[in-house]
């Protein structure tokens, strides 16, 4: 098993930047796919990106595409999603999840979650 914190969320102008950290602890973290969800008030916990293993492979909701990025690094136990021109949409609070999911943009598939970090956008 895995435990996953997330940090560096906060308050943000629209058109800025946050970049989120996941730090995980176990001793599995490197064969995991590593996966961002979200949830907004009054809304689904949606998916947002995830990357495989190796890092060779990723994933994004097509809302967020040419503006985040998700990278790994698998030495440091740590998953990061680069959020660059926020929105006030996608105010929310971010997951970290971990997981060897069928579908990686269902969270169903996922083993492990984070407790949530506040991402807070203003327009």
């Known amino acids: 098993q895995v435990q996953l914190v997330e940090s560096g969320g906060g308050l943000v102008q629209a058109g800025g930047s946050l970049r989120l950290s996941c730090a995980a602890s176990g001793r599995t973290f490197s064969n995991y796919v590593m996966g961002w969800f979200r949830q907004a008030p009054g809304k689904e916990r949606e998916f947002v990106s995830a990357i495989n293993w190796s890092g060779s492979s990723t994933y994004y909701a097509d809302s967020v595409k040419g503006r985040f990025a998700i990278s790994r690094d698998n030495a440091k136990n740590t998953v990061f999603l680069q959020m660059n021109s926020l929105k006030p949409e996608d105010t929310a609070v971010y997951y970290c999840?971990?997981?060897?999911?069928?579908?990686?943009?269902?969270?169903?598939?996922?083993?492990?979650w984070g407790q949530g970090t506040q991402v807070t956008v203003s327009s």
């Open positions: 999840a971990a997981g060897s999911p069928w579908n990686v943009g269902n969270s169903s598939a996922y083993a492990y």
